[in-house]
């Protein structure tokens, strides 16, 4: 009989998982389900990345890299951080990985104890407290009103603070409120980190591009240059570059943490995929105006997504100044019945019910720490969105 280690059975299974099975099943069975629980982008990657990453393949670059990446792909994200970010980092400072989750796996499991605790700001992406709980460590949610615009205030991180403290996760632009921290919003938790030297910080930057409004992305590094020495930023291709299948994320960092997370990486998977390592030098290195093309492409959907969302009688959604979610809120629909009878009590109810009647998947807050909201991703077509957008107004109308 089969019994996995304790680190996996304690584990709660996200909310995401349910709600991803059941839609397949729908659209297995025939529904024209439409998914906006995926982050994902609906972009091509680049060309020049598919070019490189072929080129590579015919001149033989196929042997094992070294673990901490090709020497390449290291200089193209050492250009990357000082450019955008004003952060300057030597080779051995970086580390490149399959994706930004493994950054965080590498960077979690080198460093938790059992009962080592890490607060991660609520709302969060599911993998900061499952990756964390793995490894032992104990996650500490830290709210982030919606009335703070979903930012992380300084009062709030104070108090999540113990001597157990070990990281603070910050992940801004933030999936899923799609919230960014502004300049004066990250000086003040630098105050905070100042009086707690020994807490390790996750800046995860992976979203960073995707800014609206003209809005500046602020590193917290360039912002308090003097608590570089903790801070580990991490970035990634997957999002700003729609290269979610190539499996490239980076992180710039202190030296003795990074060497540790590479003896971490070198005893799972060893250095990244040459041919992806490729691609993704190469897609730093081409013209940004794709990026940005992309991101105006984003902030012109989420524009009508949140106006239509806006105009539904028990919805309230905060603009998102970053990233590609809508987080609308639900108070007003709870303790509602819909249309085919099922009663709304949760943010859980709310995403099966409009699964099972609208065909529309989205993702409840509660998988996120933060309810009722739910997490709808505009990295759709138009013509998904509008449909979407127009079957949840139908199933909203018809809640009472
Ligand atoms: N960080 C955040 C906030 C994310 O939303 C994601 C992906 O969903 C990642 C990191 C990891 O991305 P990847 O592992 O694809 O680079």
């Known amino acids: 009989d089969f019994s996995v280690a304790a680190r996996l059975r304690g584990l709660p299974q996200p909310a995401t998982i349910a709600i991803a099975q059941r839609a397949r099943a729908l659209k297995a069975a025939g529904a024209d389900v439409i998914s906006l629980a995926l982050g994902e982008p609906d972009f091509p990657s680049p060309p020049e990345a598919v070019e490189a990453a072929y080129e590579a393949g015919k001149r033989g ?3 094992y890299p070294p673990v901490g990446g090709q020497p390449a792909l290291k200089a193209a994200v050492i250009a990357k951080f000082r450019t955008q970010n004003g952060l300057d980092f030597a080779p051995e400072q970086i580390l490149v990985a399959n994706g930004g989750k493994q950054i965080i796996f590498n960077a979690f499991m080198a460093t938790l104890d059992p009962g080592d ?33 979903f930012r992380l205030r300084p009062d709030v991180l104070r108090a999540a603070i113990t001597p157990r ?3 603070l996760v910050l992940n801004f632009p933030n999936n899923p409120s799609g919230a960014i921290m502004e300049r004066p919003d990250l000086e003040a938790l630098a105050e905070v980190l100042r009086e707690a030297p020994r807490i390790w910080v996750l800046a995860d930057e992976i979203y960073e591009h995707l800014t609206f ?3 500046p992305h602020v590193s917290l590094a360039a912002v308090a240059p003097d608590l570089a020495d903790r801070i580990l930023t991490l970035n990634g291709m997957a999002k700003a570059y729609a290269m979610t299948g190539w499996r490239v994320g980076f992180a710039g960092g202190p030296l003795p943490l990074i060497r540790a997370m590479t003896e971490v990486q070198s005893n799972a998977t060893s250095g990244v995929c040459t041919l992806a390592q490729a691609g993704a ?47 609308p809120g639900l108070a007003g629909l709870v303790g509602k019945v819909s249309a ?13 019910a409009l699964l099972e009647e609208a065909h529309v998947a989205v993702v409840p807050g509660a998988a ?33």
């Open 165 to 167: 403290t070990k990281w």
């Open 340 to 352: 085919g009878g099922r009663p709304i009590g949760s943010d859980l109810d709310f995403s099966e």
């Open 117 to 149: 605790e890490v607060v991660v700001p609520a709302p969060y992406w599911v993998s900061y407290p499952l990756i964390a709980r793995m490894m032992g460590g104990v996650p500490v949610e830290a709210p982030c009103r919606e009335a703070d615009g």
């Open 213 to 215: 409004g003209g809005r």
């Open 368 to 400: 996120f720490g933060l309810s009722p909201h739910v997490r709808l991703s505009f990295a759709a077509s138009d013509a998904h969105l509008d449909e979407a957008v127009r079957r949840i107004g139908e199933f909203v109308a018809g809640c009472a």
């Open 61 to 63: 670059d196929t042997r």
């Open 281 to 327: 030098a190469a897609a730093l290195g081409s013209p940004f105006e794709r990026v940005a093309a992309m991101r105006d492409v984003y902030q012109a959907r989420r524009d009508r997504v949140v106006a239509a969302l806006r105009d539904m009688p028990g919805l309230a959604c905060a603009m998102p100044d970053g990233a590609f979610y809508a987080y």
